[in-house]
């Protein structure tokens, strides 16, 4: 478990994320981390009065990103450096200043910004050590959606995606099942209706909570996250959703799936997409 964990940005997302990890206690201190820092501190200070009501003893803590020292861990949740029509030297000067602080610790990146995963390994943190959680909820509304085409429940469906979600989403052939039995038929409806759109705040702070138990947990897990690819799936310097392997604090592999020509074609052409 590490000692602190900075959550970057206080908004809906950020503060969700904060509250979560506090009560789980997936680390001893939370640091939540805003321009205003107002609001940062009032956020982070409602989570604390809530710790001896729901049993849990997590410091949090709120302050700017002038506060951040030296954590384990950074999420870069929803700062206003990251909001639509910002200029990408902003969100490069935001992990430039948290590579400073975390050394060789990991980078989660909570919302839907792939293009901060690669920023920020441009900018020098670990290849292996930066990952994008969205795919996770992104994977998850997918499940949901198959559920309810088959009257079923989603933790009975396995699926995952590839690409450059929300708009290029790929759900490999023969990989959604319910059951064991796949779900070829009715996956193409079930990502009309994921595709376009990110999943909301409260799913996207529950897949960054998992990504963040998964890394830290003793035994690997396998997860769909935004990595910056390496020659896997014949792709180089794209953040790209897909199998990984992650624990010890990073990523471990990345799993490369078996695809057809029509899904080669629908992955190459996502990794081709700004």
């Known amino acids: ?163 450059r979600p929300p708009d290029r989403v790929l759900v490999p052939r023969g990989t959604a099942l319910v059951g064991g039995l796949p779900l070829d038929s009715l996956h193409p409806t079930a990502l009309a209706r994921v595709e376009g759109r990110w999943p909301g705040p409260v799913a996207l702070a529950a897949a960054a909570a998992r990504v963040l138990r998964a890394l830290f947990a003793s035994d690997a897990a396998l997860l769909p996250v935004f990595v910056v690819l390496s020659g896997e799936y014949g792709h180089r310097g794209r953040a790209l959703a897909v199998p990984a392997r992650l624990g010890q604090g990073r990523v471990l592999g990345v799993v490369e799936v078996p695809l057809d020509p029509v899904d080669r074609v629908a992955f190459d052409n996502a990794a081709l997409r700004p």
């Not at 940062?40 to 951040?68: H, M, N, S, Y």
């Not at 450096?81 to 990991?106: K, M, Q």
């Open 1 to 163: 478990m590490p000692h602190t964990i900075a959550v970057i940005g206080a908004g809906e997302l950020g503060a969700t994320l904060a509250r979560r990890l506090a009560a789980a206690e997936s680390a001893r201190r939370v640091l939540l981390l805003d321009p205003d820092e107002g609001k940062a501190r009032g956020k982070a200070l409602d989570i604390l009065q809530e710790g001896p009501v729901d049993g849990f003893d997590t410091r949090v803590e709120g302050g700017t990103i002038d506060a951040l020292g030296e954590v384990e861990v950074a999420v870069v949740a929803d700062p206003p450096a990251l909001d639509a029509g910002r200029l990408p030297s902003e969100a490069a000067a935001l992990v430039e200043r948290v590579r400073a602080s975390l050394g060789r610790g990991a980078l989660v990146v909570a919302g839907g910004h792939p293009g901060v995963v690669e920023i920020a390994v441009e900018k020098g943190h670990p290849r292996d050590r930066v990952v994008g959680s969205a795919p996770v909820a992104v994977a998850a509304a997918l499940r949901r959606q198959l559920a309810a085409a088959v009257e079923g429940r989603a933790s009975d469906v396995a699926a995952t995606v590839l690409g």
